[in-house]
């Protein structure tokens, strides 16, 4: 299963600036997301999240990235790398970065996966969910994610 969401309204923080308080559901596991405020609304974020899944249905080898938190100067500071994989898609956490790109060229910042690359890597994680389910999730969210051979049968 695949879930991204956040509420509309600031949380403050006790170390750095107001919050989106957000949930990002992968497979069984259920991560709390505190996405910054300032340089992008809760809006940006959302319309990130639905580029990032339109991004993966490019093609069973996509990559891109569903950015979490936004510094000073639109800088990306925590993102989730994606690459798909086929029929699925691997997932990680990486903090910190500090990244300054336009939102359309993030997933071209996304390194090329290397099985068993990010494995035992210092700050990174790894999360494996159907691609399915990121298809069921941006169609929930309004979204209608490009033609994929996955949904097609091939």
Do not use: K
């Not at 940006?44 to 991004?55: C, E, H, S, T, V």
């Not at 569903?66 to 086929?86: K, L, Q, T, Y």
């Amino acid at each position: 299963m695949f879930a991204i969401g956040l509420t509309n309204r600031l949380h403050a923080s006790t170390d750095g600036p107001p919050c989106y308080a957000g949930t990002l559901v992968l497979g069984d596991d259920v991560e709390r997301l505190a996405c910054t405020a300032g340089a992008w609304t809760a809006r940006d974020y959302r319309r990130q999240w639905l580029a990032a899944a339109r991004g993966l249905a490019t093609g069973p080898r996509a990559r891109t990235a569903f950015v979490i938190a936004v510094g000073r100067a639109h800088r990306v500071i925590e993102w989730w790398p994606a690459h798909r994989d086929g029929r699925r898609v691997v997932f990680h956490n990486q903090l910190p970065l500090d990244l300054h790109l336009p939102r359309a060229r993030l997933g071209a910042a996304v390194p090329q996966r290397r099985a068993g690359a990010w494995r035992g890597s210092p700050g990174v994680s790894e999360w494996v969910v159907p691609y399915s389910s990121i298809e069921q999730w941006a169609r929930s969210s309004g979204a209608r994610p490009a033609s994929s051979t996955i949904s097609r049968g091939r």
